[in-house]
């Protein structure tokens, strides 16, 4: 163990062994599109795959507290969403302007307010009564924050080719790499202080300055210099970063960084713990957490589990713990990050009966959808042919609806979307790109042709395998995450096309049939750039703009 600053750091290092071995032009019209489909139950449901994840009681609720919107990272909701078409002026809505990247609109422990964190802090948000009001904000230290009147003057701009992209998004003076790398991945706990990482290697923790009267403000109660621990390189060359924080069942602090992983105590004091990964790996997504400790992270080649005892951060099987290769390809030229998974690993499969997966899609150019045993391997398993270990229970080719010849690349860089044992999972390659990824989720529709491709798969836990349900080749998904909504069996994207322009489309569970569209028009505040989308318990969207978050009531 060695001292860094005040924390004393017990580090394990892990060395990386792989092994040989469209839209339609209304709701409901036109063709489900659906795809093989071969499992007797294709829906989806909670009851088949047992109950979702447990509540953790060190987070401020049980949906939206985290990125992904709960600790298995599901991107699911329990809400209710009208099917219909709706038409919303962006420029009409309250909002709350920021960014220009605004993740995430998070739970706080009171249902009255929602805390926004985005590329240049945090905000609070007053949301009663289908309000959205801005009572206090606050600028993450070291931000380069951008005015939201010079987001506004490049977001509302009539693009017409990339080269005015360029030029409009330079005048932010932003670092993408940096920026983007500012409140990603973040969490509010239980005492509704919100955990923020900054893209220069500090954790950041906001709360209000008085919980009964939030127009006080905000403060912060608490920072954590974690640079000491990131002594590798990040993604595009630049130094490592923290990629994202979560919380342990038991109230500990996770911080995931490009090469590794540490645990430290709520409040930032005390020992940490810290596990480094293989120096040729690269980690770019977050992490997915269980009631038993186990604590989910892919790079861009390994696949792990670590688990978190309660007193030590373990990779030994003897804990539970384990780490599986899986195959990636090359680097994209459009929207995704790294040549390995774009996925957040999402836990699938709950109850004693049923089988417990963690997926992924992995970062072949021609991506499959990854499922491995995330506890003990069944007795009597074989290892599947095609697979880089028997961890895999089982992967399946994504055509995403496309034909032959298929695309250089079918890959994503959204999580995998899962309800019960379904998933869902989108294709955001477009012709193109931009080494700029500001300059890229711009350009994806109203200049280069749209990212078209969607699959829905199931697992049938009787065979083990993945089976295809449906699949649209026709319906875009540019960057945000993804969202289903179990109450009303639909699963939502954020798309463009040069007829409506930007929109939300719902798309039917089971069938695959659009059931939903949010149509925005031309305004490129429709364009939710690599955020989530987000509904309220009673239906409203909330939807996580790269101008700043609105909130739109859906009526026809």
């Not at 992983?261 to 020992?271: E, Q, W």
């Not at 030590?312 to 804990?319: G, I, R, V, Y």
């Not at 499969?349 to 991506?367: A, F, P, R």
């Not at 969207?541 to 009526?555: D, E, H, M, V």
Request: hydrophobic share 35%; aromatic share 8%; proline share 6%.
């Amino acid at each position: 163990m060695s001292k860094i600053g005040s924390m004393r750091v017990g580090v394990t290092v892990i060395t990386t062994v792989i092994a040989a071995a469209g839209l339609l032009a209304g709701c409901g019209s036109g063709s489900s599109h659906s795809g093989s489909s071969t499992t007797a139950n294709p829906t989806g449901g909670a009851a088949a795959a047992g109950v979702g994840p447990a509540r953790n009681p060190y987070l401020a609720s049980d949906v939206y507290p985290v990125t992904h919107v709960d600790p298995a990272q599901s991107d699911s909701i329990p809400y209710p969403v009208a099917r219909g078409t709706f038409h919303v002026d962006p420029t009409k809505q309250p909002r709350v302007a920021g960014g220009p990247i605004n993740y995430m609109t998070l739970a706080a422990t009171s249902p009255d307010y929602r805390w926004i964190t985005s590329t240049d802090g945090v905000r609070y948000v007053d949301v009663r009564d289908g309000g959205f009001t801005e009572v206090a904000s606050m600028d993450a230290p070291g931000a380069k924050v951008t005015p939201p009147a010079q987001v506004d003057a490049v977001v509302d701009q009539d693009f017409t080719n990339s080269d005015q992209v360029r030029a409009a998004v330079s005048s932010w003076g932003l670092d993408w790499v940096s920026a983007m790398g500012n409140g990603v991945y973040v969490l509010v706990d239980k005492d509704n202080r919100l955990y923020y990482n900054t893209s220069a290697g500090d954790i950041v923790v906001f709360a209000l300055k008085n919980k009964d009267k939030p127009e006080d403000g905000i403060q912060i109660v608490k920072t954590f210099d974690y640079k000491p621990f990131l002594t590798g390189q990040g993604f595009a060359g630049a130094p490592e970063k923290i990629v994202g924080l979560d919380m342990t069942y038991d109230g500990h602090l996770v911080v995931l960084s490009n090469k590794g992983m540490a645990v430290l105590n709520r409040d930032l004091t005390g020992d940490a713990q810290q596990v480094r990964f293989g120096d040729d790996e690269l980690v770019t997504n977050s992490m997915a957490i269980d009631e038993s400790g186990g604590i989910y992270a892919a790079s861009d080649k390994v696949m792990r589990k670590v688990v978190w005892t309660g007193s030590k951060l373990s990779t030994d099987p003897a804990d539970g713990a384990w780490s599986s290769p899986y195959d990636f390809g090359r680097q994209p030229p459009t929207v995704k990050f790294g040549s390995g998974t774009g996925s957040t690993p999402t836990l699938m499969g709950y109850g004693k009966n049923g089988d417990q997966l963690v997926v992924i899609t992995d970062g072949s150019d021609h991506m499959k959808l990854v499922a491995f045993w995330r506890n003990q391997i069944p007795e009597g398993f074989q290892q599947k042919p095609g697979t880089k270990s028997d961890r895999i229970a089982d992967q399946i080719q994504v055509t995403a609806g496309k034909k032959d010849p298929l695309p250089e690349f079918i890959q994503s860089e959204q999580s995998v979307v899962v309800n019960g044992y379904g998933a869902f999972v989108v294709d955001n390659m477009h012709p193109g790109g931009d080494p700029n990824r500001l300059v890229d989720v711009l350009t994806g529709g109203p200049i280069d042709q749209a990212p078209t491709g969607m699959q829905r798969f199931e697992w049938d836990p009787t065979a083990h395998k993945w089976n295809s349900v449906w699949e649209r080749g026709d319906v875009v998904s540019v960057s945000m995450v993804p969202t289903v909504s179990s109450a009303s069996n639909m699963v939502f994207v954020n798309g463009y096309s040069k007829a409506d322009g930007w929109d939300v489309t719902g798309l039917d569970w089971n069938t695959g049939e659009t059931v939903h569209r949010t149509i925005f028009g031309q305004s490129n505040r429709g364009n939710g750039a690599y955020a989530l989308i987000e509904f309220t318990p009673d239906g409203d969207l909330i939807f996580n703009s790269i101008s700043g978050p609105f909130r739109a009531r859906l009526t026809n």
